[in-house]
């Protein structure tokens, strides 16, 4: 056998992947911490969901995955036709496979800052010239600056979280069907991982103009992160794009199981976001005793103000077994944590922690001994 060519190194990629933000993955190991930084619950919305999980029958497992029951499900929860759904193995599928079919080498994308890392590594693998949005002092979303992007520029592709993590600030319908009239030729992609915690949808309307697609996520409401399964909603023709660029069977078995029974939990996943929100204002609450400026979101995350650089709080945090979000947590939202709220019991652990570091002081190093991760990268774009 010809031995391997160690001087010149393996092939490398494409100069757009090479160029391309590489968005934070995850500290090294998470065993063991109180996790707050990503949103995610600390159980199904449903326990039918693990009950049907430990019901699969052997065949289940060795044949292919079918999702056309779980598009049934989608299509009729949402009041739209089959063929303007299609399933997707979390929301970071359904962003890549929509860069895939819709933006060329070179097209412009405008999307906003802060905002969900996934959406600029998406962007700029696929080789687009990216145009950054700036969101406001307040953290507002800059509405008129966007409508400046949009006409006459027309981008190819526009995205958007509603709402919107980091910031956990929201649009409402009217203003994201406005920017779909103001740029017809422009795919405006909205991310609404987070919508069944605020009080409107797109997908409320019976409707949408045939340029916006919508995505949506069993993550955040359903308590499913583990198992990885999203869907995007739009026109036909769209989504027929879509199934052109789409990898078959990316969704397991399991995880089609899963969403099928948490779509019919519906309202089981309504009542933990009830008591989300409950929690959430009593969190606040109890940080405003404390003369701390804290904020609650349309999400599930509450926006905590401590002190610049963040990288000491993470650390310090980390340091007692607890996560806490910064990543993504620049420009107006460089003083601000991200507190990921799911009951009472993890409110007072954060609560118990954040006094101890208060009364102890936080260390000034960006790095704490033991402690793993890099806590040099905590006010890059990335997962939010």
């Known amino acids: 056998m010809a031995e391997a060519d160690t001087e010149n190194g393996p092939p490398s990629p494409r100069d757009s992947v090479q160029r391309a933000h590489r968005a934070p993955r995850g500290r090294p190991d998470r065993t063991g911490y109180l996790r707050l930084d990503l949103g995610e619950s600390s159980r199904p919305a449903s326990p039918r969901v693990l009950q049907a999980l430990q019901q699969l029958a052997p065949e289940e497992l060795s044949h ?21 759904v299609i ?28 905002t969900f890392g996934a959406f600029l590594t998406a962007a700029e693998a696929a080789g687009a010239f990216v145009e950054r949005i700036d969101y406001l002092e307040d953290l507002s979303f800059p509405v008129e600056e966007f409508r400046k992007r949009l006409s006459p520029l027309t981008p190819r592709m526009a995205v958007l979280a509603n709402p919107n993590a ?8 009217e ?35 045939p340029n916006l697609l919508v995505l949506r996520s069993f ?3 359903y308590g499913l ?28 078995t399991a995880s089609l199981r899963a969403a099928c029974v948490a779509i019919d939990e519906h309202a089981a996943m309504i009542s933990h976001v009830a008591e989300v929100r409950s929690v959430m204002e009593r969190l606040v609450r109890k940080l405003e005793a404390r003369s701390i400026e804290a904020r609650a979101t349309a999400a599930n995350f509450v926006l ?20 806490v979000g910064t990543w993504g947590h620049v420009g107006p939202m460089a003083n601000y944590i991200r507190v990921t709220v799911n009951n009472d019991d ?28 890099d806590w040099t990268d905590v006010g890059s774009e990335g997962m939010a």
């Not at 995955?65 to 089959?82: G, Y």
């Not at 399933?87 to 800052?113: K, L, Y």
């Not at 980091?166 to 319908?173: A, F």
């Not at 609560?351 to 190093?365: E, F, K, R, S, V």
Request: aromatic content about 8%.
């Open 225 to 252: 992160a583990g198992m990885r399964i999203g869907y995007l909603i739009g026109h036909p023709e769209v989504i027929e794009a879509l199934q052109i660029v789409r990898p078959q069977h990316t969704v397991s």
């Open 64 to 84: 292919y995955p079918d999702s056309s029951v779980l598009t049934s499900k989608l299509a009729r929860l949402h009041r739209v036709e089959p063929q303007q």
């Open 304 to 323: 905590v103000k401590l002190s610049s650089p963040l990288q000491p709080w993470a650390a310090a945090f980390a340091a007692h077994k607890v996560l």
């Open 175 to 209: 203003t994201l069907l406005e920017f779909a009239h103001l740029s017809p030729n422009t795919l405006f992609l909205i991310n609404e991982s987070f919508a069944s915690y605020q009080e409107h949808s797109l997908l409320d309307r019976r409707s949408l103009p």
């Open 219 to 221: 993550s955040k409401d």
């Open 346 to 373: 993890e409110s007072a652990r954060f609560l118990d922690t954040l006094d101890l570091i208060l009364h102890q002081g936080i260390p000034g190093a960006a790095q704490v001994k033991g402690v793993p991760g």
């Open 166 to 173: 980091p910031t956990g600030t929201t649009l409402p319908n």
């Open 87 to 114: 399933v997707t193995a979390g929301s970071d599928e359904g962003i890549r496979w929509s860069f895939s079919a819709f933006v060329e080498e070179g097209a412009r994308v405008a999307i906003p800052r802060p």
